[in-house]
Protein backbone atom coordinates (compact mmCIF):
# COMPACT_ATOMS: atom_id res chain seq x y z
CA UNK A 1 0.00 0.00 0.00
CA UNK A 2 0.67 3.45 -0.21
CA UNK A 3 1.15 6.15 2.44
CA UNK A 4 1.62 9.42 1.36
CA UNK A 5 1.69 12.32 4.21
CA UNK A 6 1.96 16.29 4.02
CA UNK A 7 0.93 19.25 5.57
CA UNK A 8 -2.53 20.44 4.52
CA UNK A 9 -2.37 24.56 5.40
CA UNK A 10 0.97 26.51 4.71
CA UNK A 11 1.43 30.34 5.10
CA UNK A 12 3.91 32.91 4.12
CA UNK A 13 4.40 36.17 2.64
CA UNK A 14 5.90 37.59 -0.71
CA UNK A 15 9.48 37.61 -1.08
CA UNK A 16 9.99 34.96 1.85
CA UNK A 17 11.33 31.01 1.88
CA UNK A 18 9.01 27.93 2.42
CA UNK A 19 9.11 24.18 2.65
CA UNK A 20 6.63 21.61 2.02
CA UNK A 21 7.52 18.35 3.47
CA UNK A 22 6.60 15.22 2.27
CA UNK A 23 6.98 11.90 3.49
CA UNK A 24 6.12 8.06 2.62
CA UNK A 25 5.81 4.84 3.13
CA UNK A 26 5.74 2.55 -0.87
CA UNK A 27 5.73 -0.40 -1.54
CA UNK A 28 8.53 -0.04 -4.17
CA UNK A 29 10.02 3.35 -5.00
CA UNK A 30 10.49 4.92 -8.91
CA UNK A 31 10.35 8.37 -7.81
CA UNK A 32 8.66 10.92 -6.37
CA UNK A 33 6.78 14.02 -8.55
CA UNK A 34 5.75 17.72 -6.81
CA UNK A 35 2.54 19.31 -9.08
CA UNK A 36 1.44 22.46 -8.49
CA UNK A 37 -2.70 22.71 -8.81
CA UNK A 38 -4.43 26.36 -8.87
CA UNK A 39 -8.17 26.08 -7.49
CA UNK A 40 -10.68 24.69 -10.38
CA UNK A 41 -7.54 24.03 -13.10
CA UNK A 42 -5.69 20.96 -13.65
CA UNK A 43 -2.40 20.31 -12.14
CA UNK A 44 0.62 21.15 -13.35
CA UNK A 45 4.53 19.36 -13.25
CA UNK A 46 6.70 21.23 -10.97
CA UNK A 47 10.08 18.93 -10.23
CA UNK A 48 10.83 14.93 -10.54
CA UNK A 49 13.35 13.14 -7.97
CA UNK A 50 14.34 9.62 -8.31
CA UNK A 51 17.76 9.49 -6.92
CA UNK A 52 18.60 11.46 -3.06
CA UNK A 53 19.73 15.02 -3.54
CA UNK A 54 18.77 18.77 -4.37
CA UNK A 55 17.27 19.34 -7.68
CA UNK A 56 17.57 23.37 -8.73
CA UNK A 57 14.84 24.36 -10.64
CA UNK A 58 14.37 28.53 -10.70
CA UNK A 59 12.46 29.61 -7.81
CA UNK A 60 11.56 25.68 -7.31
CA UNK A 61 13.78 23.24 -5.47
CA UNK A 62 12.96 19.46 -4.73
CA UNK A 63 14.83 16.99 -2.27
CA UNK A 64 14.66 13.61 -1.91
CA UNK A 65 15.94 11.19 0.97
CA UNK A 66 15.41 7.47 -0.20
CA UNK A 67 16.77 5.99 2.81
CA UNK A 68 13.81 8.42 5.24
CA UNK A 69 11.06 7.88 2.66
CA UNK A 70 11.34 12.19 2.57
CA UNK A 71 11.01 15.20 0.54
CA UNK A 72 10.78 18.70 0.39
CA UNK A 73 9.73 21.19 -1.94
CA UNK A 74 11.27 24.73 -1.48
CA UNK A 75 9.92 28.31 -2.75
CA UNK A 76 11.82 30.76 -2.36
CA UNK A 77 10.84 35.18 -3.49
CA UNK A 78 7.38 34.04 -3.33
CA UNK A 79 5.06 35.60 -5.25
CA UNK A 80 1.15 35.77 -4.78
CA UNK A 81 0.57 33.61 -7.77
CA UNK A 82 2.47 30.89 -6.08
CA UNK A 83 -0.60 30.58 -3.79
CA UNK A 84 -2.24 27.29 -4.43
CA UNK A 85 -2.36 23.57 -3.74
CA UNK A 86 1.17 21.47 -3.75
CA UNK A 87 1.03 18.01 -4.23
CA UNK A 88 3.36 15.52 -3.56
CA UNK A 89 3.11 12.18 -5.81
CA UNK A 90 4.90 9.05 -5.69
CA UNK A 91 5.37 6.39 -8.25
CA UNK A 92 5.62 2.96 -7.56
CA UNK A 93 8.22 0.40 -8.67
CA UNK A 94 6.09 -1.15 -11.21
CA UNK A 95 5.96 -3.77 -14.15
CA UNK A 96 3.69 -4.02 -17.47
CA UNK A 97 0.19 -2.95 -17.47
CA UNK A 98 0.49 -0.05 -14.18
CA UNK A 99 3.57 1.29 -15.11
CA UNK A 100 4.00 4.79 -14.43
CA UNK A 101 0.96 5.01 -11.97
CA UNK A 102 1.37 7.73 -9.59
CA UNK A 103 -0.03 8.04 -6.03
CA UNK A 104 -0.82 11.45 -4.49
CA UNK A 105 -0.75 12.69 -1.46
CA UNK A 106 -3.66 15.19 -0.05
CA UNK A 107 -1.76 18.14 -1.44
CA UNK A 108 -0.88 21.73 0.99
CA UNK A 109 -2.40 24.38 0.58
CA UNK A 110 -0.06 27.39 0.40
CA UNK A 111 -1.64 30.97 0.66
CA UNK A 112 0.92 34.12 -0.09
CA UNK A 113 0.37 36.86 1.48
CA UNK A 114 1.36 40.30 0.69
CA UNK B 1 4.99 17.67 -23.20
CA UNK B 2 1.38 16.46 -24.27
CA UNK B 3 -1.96 18.95 -24.28
CA UNK B 4 -4.45 16.83 -23.17
CA UNK B 5 -8.17 17.88 -23.87
CA UNK B 6 -11.31 16.39 -22.29
CA UNK B 7 -14.75 16.71 -23.04
CA UNK B 8 -16.93 17.06 -21.79
CA UNK B 9 -15.42 20.27 -19.19
CA UNK B 10 -18.34 19.76 -17.39
CA UNK B 11 -22.14 18.22 -16.77
CA UNK B 12 -24.98 17.53 -14.37
CA UNK B 13 -26.53 14.22 -14.34
CA UNK B 14 -29.23 12.66 -12.71
CA UNK B 15 -28.94 9.30 -10.26
CA UNK B 16 -28.41 6.49 -12.04
CA UNK B 17 -27.78 7.83 -15.42
CA UNK B 18 -24.41 7.16 -16.61
CA UNK B 19 -21.97 9.85 -18.86
CA UNK B 20 -18.86 9.09 -20.63
CA UNK B 21 -15.88 11.31 -20.48
CA UNK B 22 -13.33 11.44 -23.46
CA UNK B 23 -9.77 12.20 -23.38
CA UNK B 24 -7.64 13.13 -26.13
CA UNK B 25 -4.15 13.70 -26.14
CA UNK B 26 -2.24 15.08 -29.30
CA UNK B 27 0.41 13.03 -29.25
CA UNK B 28 1.33 9.20 -29.07
CA UNK B 29 1.13 8.59 -25.72
CA UNK B 30 2.53 5.02 -23.63
CA UNK B 31 0.16 5.23 -20.93
CA UNK B 32 -3.24 6.94 -19.85
CA UNK B 33 -4.51 6.99 -16.74
CA UNK B 34 -7.51 8.16 -15.46
CA UNK B 35 -7.94 9.73 -11.86
CA UNK B 36 -10.79 11.04 -9.78
CA UNK B 37 -10.66 14.04 -6.85
CA UNK B 38 -13.72 14.94 -5.00
CA UNK B 39 -14.28 18.58 -3.47
CA UNK B 40 -11.16 19.54 -1.62
CA UNK B 41 -8.96 16.62 -1.68
CA UNK B 42 -6.63 15.22 -3.24
CA UNK B 43 -6.42 12.92 -6.95
CA UNK B 44 -6.93 9.10 -6.56
CA UNK B 45 -6.12 6.97 -9.30
CA UNK B 46 -9.20 4.91 -10.40
CA UNK B 47 -7.23 2.88 -13.42
CA UNK B 48 -4.68 2.61 -15.95
CA UNK B 49 -6.01 2.60 -19.71
CA UNK B 50 -4.21 -0.03 -21.43
CA UNK B 51 -4.34 0.12 -24.92
CA UNK B 52 -5.66 -2.60 -26.92
CA UNK B 53 -6.27 -4.55 -23.57
CA UNK B 54 -8.48 -4.03 -19.94
CA UNK B 55 -7.77 -1.38 -17.84
CA UNK B 56 -6.15 -2.03 -14.77
CA UNK B 57 -8.04 -1.24 -11.87
CA UNK B 58 -7.14 -0.06 -8.49
CA UNK B 59 -8.18 -1.29 -5.13
CA UNK B 60 -12.17 0.40 -4.84
CA UNK B 61 -13.02 0.85 -8.22
CA UNK B 62 -14.51 -1.78 -10.75
CA UNK B 63 -15.32 -2.35 -14.44
CA UNK B 64 -18.87 -2.36 -14.01
CA UNK B 65 -18.95 0.77 -12.24
CA UNK B 66 -16.15 2.80 -14.20
CA UNK B 67 -15.82 0.94 -17.77
CA UNK B 68 -12.70 2.67 -19.66
CA UNK B 69 -11.95 2.40 -23.17
CA UNK B 70 -8.61 2.86 -25.15
CA UNK B 71 -8.94 1.99 -28.79
CA UNK B 72 -5.85 4.17 -29.97
CA UNK B 73 -2.54 5.05 -28.06
CA UNK B 74 -4.51 8.98 -27.96
CA UNK B 75 -7.86 8.50 -27.04
CA UNK B 76 -9.18 6.78 -24.05
CA UNK B 77 -12.58 7.39 -22.42
CA UNK B 78 -14.33 6.99 -18.99
CA UNK B 79 -17.58 5.93 -18.20
CA UNK B 80 -19.31 6.86 -14.81
CA UNK B 81 -22.06 4.03 -14.61
CA UNK B 82 -25.20 3.87 -12.91
CA UNK B 83 -24.32 7.46 -10.97
CA UNK B 84 -25.41 8.77 -7.71
CA UNK B 85 -24.71 12.12 -5.86
CA UNK B 86 -21.29 10.51 -4.44
CA UNK B 87 -19.93 10.25 -7.86
CA UNK B 88 -20.06 14.11 -7.83
CA UNK B 89 -16.34 15.10 -8.45
CA UNK B 90 -13.65 16.13 -10.80
CA UNK B 91 -12.16 13.23 -13.07
CA UNK B 92 -8.60 13.87 -14.44
CA UNK B 93 -7.42 11.84 -17.54
CA UNK B 94 -3.37 11.87 -17.47
CA UNK B 95 -0.75 10.62 -19.52
CA UNK B 96 2.90 9.76 -19.81
CA UNK B 97 5.06 9.27 -23.07
CA UNK B 98 7.29 6.34 -21.87
CA UNK B 99 5.80 4.96 -18.59
CA UNK B 100 8.77 4.35 -16.79
CA UNK B 101 10.59 7.50 -16.64
CA UNK B 102 8.63 10.20 -18.38
CA UNK B 103 6.33 12.96 -16.44
CA UNK B 104 2.79 12.65 -16.55
CA UNK B 105 0.73 15.76 -17.92
CA UNK B 106 -2.96 15.93 -17.07
CA UNK B 107 -6.07 17.06 -18.81
CA UNK B 108 -8.35 20.04 -17.38
CA UNK B 109 -10.94 17.86 -15.83
CA UNK B 110 -14.21 17.00 -16.08
CA UNK B 111 -16.61 18.61 -13.33
CA UNK B 112 -19.39 16.17 -12.93
CA UNK B 113 -22.20 17.39 -10.55
CA UNK B 114 -24.80 14.57 -9.83
CA UNK B 115 -28.40 15.30 -8.54
Known amino acids: GQNIDQPTEMTATEGAIVQINCTYQTSGFNGLFWYQQHAGEAPTFLSYNVLDGLEEKGRFSSFLSRSKGYSYLLLKELQMKDSASYLC???????????????FGRGTQLTVWP | SAVISQKPSRDICQRGTSLTIQCQVDSQVTMMFWYRQQPGQSLTLIAT?????????ESGFVIDKFPISRPNLTFSTLTVSNMSPEDSSIYLC????????????FGPGTRLLVL
Open chain 1, 89 to 103: AVRPLDRGSTLGRLY
Open chain 2, 49 to 57: ANQGSEATY
Open chain 2, 94 to 105: SASSSGSTETQY
